[in-house]
């Protein structure tokens, strides 16, 4: 596709519930990301993924959150028993390789914007 | 990450230019300003990079002086359309760990 696309667009959950949210990275980019947004919280980083496999989860906030990616382009990212403090906008961006320079722009999706009852 | 400091927010007129700066004094050698851009319900979109002097590119100019302790995103002749959130960050150039604060949200007006 010509840009990174998330699903759902929405998902508005019970407290306790699991969620996966999903992210289709550009075609050849091989490093993904998963940020939250939040108000008040500005972008926090989440996970880095290079292929397949995640060199850096520092941000995972607690063990109910988790990500996989498979075949170095679908990535999925799991919240189990969810609670309020989750809810947020989740972003996925995806660039050719690991960076923030003009060379290795992240290019963000629309996020899933998740509410958590 | 170096902080950040940039106003809350800014209004302006169509065909106007915007200026927005960014406050940077424990910037490192070795880092980078970077511009991002939001629109509402979508990501954030890279504007513009730069290291030290001016920088040009189709959709903005960033000006960084010679200390580098700042830095000014200029949007020439806003339209509506331009109506965002702009996100100013400073950090190494391979520091993928974007971080954002609440940035300057840039209201264009007819």
């Known amino acids: 596709g010509a840009g990174v696309s998330q699903s759902p667009s929405n998902k508005v959950t019970e407290k306790g519930k699991d969620v996966e949210l999903r992210c289709d990275p550009i075609?050849?980019?091989?490093?993904l990301y998963w940020y939250r947004q939040s108000l008040g919280q500005g972008l926090e980083f989440l996970i880095y993924?290079?292929?397949?496999?995640?060199?850096?989860k520092s941000g995972l906030p607690s063990d109910r959150f988790s990500a996989e990616r498979t075949g170095g382009s679908v990535s999925t990212l799991t919240i189990q028993r969810t609670q309020q403090e989750d809810s947020a906008v989740y972003l996925c961006?995806?660039?050719?390789?690991?960076?923030?320079?003009?060379?290795?722009?992240?290019?963000f999706g629309p996020g899933t914007r998740l509410l958590v009852l | 990450l170096a902080k950040t400091t940039q106003p809350i927010s800014m209004d302006s007129y169509e065909g106007q230019e915007v200026n927005i700066t960014c406050s940077h004094n424990?910037?490192?050698?070795?880092?980078?300003i970077t511009w991002y851009q939001q629109f509402p319900s979508q990501g954030p979109r890279f504007i513009i990079q730069?290291?030290?002097t001016k920088v040009t590119n189709e959709v903005a100019s960033l000006f960084i002086p010679a200390d580098r302790k700042s830095s000014t995103l200029s949007l020439p002749r806003v339209s509506l359309s331009d109506t965002a959130v702009y996100y100013c960050?400073?950090?190494?150039?391979?520091?993928?760990?974007?971080?954002f604060g609440a940035g300057t949200t840039v209201t264009v007006r007819a």
């Open positions: 993924f290079q292929g397949n496999s995640a060199p850096d």
């Open positions: 961006a995806s660039s050719l390789a690991p960076g923030a320079s003009t060379e290795e722009t992240q290019y």
């Open positions: 960050l400073v950090g190494r150039s391979n520091d993928y760990k974007l971080s």
């Open positions: 424990n910037i490192a050698t070795n880092d980078y």
């Open positions: 075609s050849g980019h091989t490093a």
């Open positions: 730069g290291y030290k």
